[in-house]
Nanobody, 115 residues
Framework: QVQLVESGGALVQPGGSLKLSCVVSGVDFSLNPMGWYRQIPGMERELIAT????????YYADHVKGRFTASRDNAKNTAYLQMYRLKPEDSGVYYCNNFQRPYPWGQGTQVTVSS
């Protein structure tokens, strides 16, 4: 059974930084291209960043490009999303998943950017 456990969300002031983690179990993590998604109330989940198996051709949504960096540590079965210069509009619940063949979703981690 695949489990995705996101963590690292917090309340942070505009301009601040956060690093999210996503631990994946029940599957060979190294074979999974991973994506980070953000969901705000009333909206669908939005794919904002990807980190492929071969670490090539990353995707970033325009509104996070240059501020967010996705990475992975296959030895720890963990994907990361480093977020810099956070803005209030970055607020939402963040999820990770295989962006090609999604598994059941984890609980996500809440990021709130507010002064």
């Amino acid at each position: 059974q695949v489990q995705l456990v996101e963590s690292g969300g917090a309340l942070v002031q505009p301009g601040g930084s956060l690093k999210l983690s996503c631990v994946v179990s029940g599957v060979d993590f190294s074979l999974n291209p991973m994506g980070w998604y953000r969901q705000i109330p009333g909206m669908e989940r939005e794919l904002i960043a990807t980190i492929s198996i071969g670490l090539n051709a990353p995707y970033y949504a325009d509104h996070v490009k240059g501020r967010f960096t996705a990475s992975r540590d296959n030895a720890k079965n963990t994907a990361y999303l480093q977020m810099y210069r956070l803005k209030p509009e970055d607020s939402g619940v963040y999820y990770c998943n295989n962006f090609q063949r999604p598994y059941p979703w984890g609980q996500g981690t809440q990021v709130t950017v507010s002064s």
